[in-house]
Nanobody, 122 residues
Framework: QVHIVESGGGLVQPGGSLRVSCLAS????????MGWYRQAPGKERELVAD??????????ASARGRFTISRDNAKNTANTAYLEMNNLKLEDTAVYYC?????????????WGQGTQVTVSS
């Protein structure tokens, strides 16, 4: 079983930057993909970016070029994924969720964090 704790959300002005973190603890985490998803009011949850233990990354078109996902997997039982968000836009406002899953499984078969609110507003 994987335990997830997210942190780092908050309020930022358009054009600003913010970093959110996801600490996952459990066994065998080096075999898991860690990802960030977001859900805005009235919209479906969507992928922002994910990263394998080997460092392969995947970004949504809306995030590419502005967001960077990285991962610290020095410990097999505690991995941290970071999402650095730059040039934030109003439409980036959402609850951001961390997901940890075994590679090749769909996110809904993985574990979700409780979510952290990111609000972009002037």
């Amino acid at each position: 079983q994987v335990h997830i704790v997210e942190s780092g959300g908050g309020l930022v002005q358009p054009g600003g930057s913010l970093r959110v973190s996801c600490l996952a603890s459990g066994s065998g985490l080096n075999f898991y993909v860690m990802g960030w998803y977001r859900q805005a009011p009235g919209k479906e949850r969507e992928l922002v970016a994910d990263i394998t233990s080997g460092g392969m990354t995947n970004y949504a078109a809306s995030a590419r070029g502005r967001f960077t996902i990285s991962r610290d997997n020095a410990k097999n039982t505690a991995n941290t994924a970071y999402l650095e968000m730059n040039n934030l836009k109003l439409e980036d406002t959402a609850v951001y969720y961390c997901n940890v899953r075994i590679q090749n499984l769909q996110p809904d078969f993985g574990s979700w964090g409780q979510g952290t609110q990111v609000t972009v507003s002037s």
